[in-house]
């Protein structure tokens, strides 16, 4: 089945800066690629998210990148602010009939003011 | 997206008793996911539920232990039986949605077993 690895577990940037969180696959059939954010107490909310027929996304201050052949893709986060701060968890799944999502380990962003 | 509510939305429990999870959806699906989420650690699959045929389950999930119903396209239960402090986590279902069946999530339920 599908592994997904994700890295780094804990990130701490300053209010401005950018956040990169990186994933990588291992099933060459996967072609979907969601990003969730967990806030404390809540569920996960979808962010963002790419198909394989496609190399990078844009939704204002978030992006995706995808790398299908070194089978990784990647969260960009630009100009954090301390709103940010969350689990943030990728995931992949090969879109089916019957989707079943994949997930990576999550990333604790801490953006300090 | 989707409207997804579910009930209750956290519970404290003694071992040996058991919880049933509530989750109703604002409009009609196909197909109801639920996970459990342990302290800290990221999402896992618990079973499938389709409307009017038995749930699907993942691997180290049994009905017994997560017996699953589904009536309708709106609405879906998940009992926790026989619970141990090993059971404390969140439960949180969720639904395909969108152009390309997005997966939308519950706000969850927190549970903890003493």
């Known amino acids: 089945g599908e592994n997904v690895e994700q890295h780094p577990s804990t990130l701490s940037v300053q209010e401005g800066d950018s956040a990169v969180i990186k994933c990588t696959y291992s099933d060459s059939a996967s072609n979907y690629f969601p990003w969730y954010k967990q806030e404390l107490g809540k569920g996960p909310q979808l962010i963002i998210d790419i198909r394989s027929n496609v190399g990078e996304k844009k939704d204002q201050r978030i992006a995706v990148t995808l790398n299908k052949t070194a089978k990784h893709f990647s969260l960009h986060i630009t100009e954090t602010q301390p709103e940010d701060s969350a689990v943030y968890f990728c995931a992949a799944a090969f879109s089916g009939s019957a989707r079943q999502l994949t997930f990576g380990s999550g990333t604790q962003l801490t953006v300090l003011p | 997206s989707a409207v997804i509510s579910q009930k209750p939305s956290r519970d404290i429990c003694q071992r040996g008793t058991s919880l049933t999870i509530q989750c109703q959806v604002d409009?009609?699906?196909?197909?109801m996911f639920w996970y459990r989420q342990q302290p800290g650690q990221s999402l896992t699959l618990i079973a499938t539920?389709?409307?009017?045929?038995?749930?699907?389950?993942e691997s180290g999930f049994v009905i017994d232990k997560f017996p699953i119903s589904r009536p309708n396209l709106t609405f879906s239960t998940l009992t926790v039986s026989n619970m141990s402090p090993e059971d404390s986590s969140i439960y949180l279902c969720?639904?395909?949605?969108?152009?390309?069946?997005?997966?939308?999530f519950g706000p969850g339920t927190r549970l903890t077993v003493l």
């Open positions: 539920a389709n409307q009017g045929s038995e749930a699907t389950y």
């Open positions: 409009s009609q699906v196909t197909m």
């Open positions: 969720s639904v395909d949605r969108g152009q390309y069946n997005e997966q939308f």
